[in-house]
């Protein structure tokens, strides 16, 4: 079973390196983040072809919680 350390914050290696290592091995995927740009997608896109199909599911495979902007 592929595990992570609680925090990836770049000091041994990238989230893109450690998404790249455990999203193939995944049916779903859940991550919450501050921030999601496209061009991180377009990172991983890739590596998501083992997701489950989402018609056999009740929810999408692949979701994203994000923060919301605050007001100044």
């Given at each position: 079973m592929l595990s992570?350390?609680?925090?990836?914050?770049?000091?041994?290696?990238?989230?893109?390196?450690?998404?790249k290592k455990v999203i193939p091995e995944?049916?779903?995927i859940?991550?919450?983040t501050g921030y999601f740009y496209i061009s991180g997608f377009d990172l991983i896109k890739d590596e998501l072809a083992n997701l489950r199909d989402?018609?056999?599911m009740e929810y999408a495979p692949f979701r994203i919680l994000m923060g919301r902007k605050m007001p100044c």
């Open positions: 992570l350390d609680p925090l990836v914050d770049n000091t041994d290696g990238t989230l893109e390196d450690a998404y995944c049916e779903e859940r991550i919450a989402p018609s056999e």
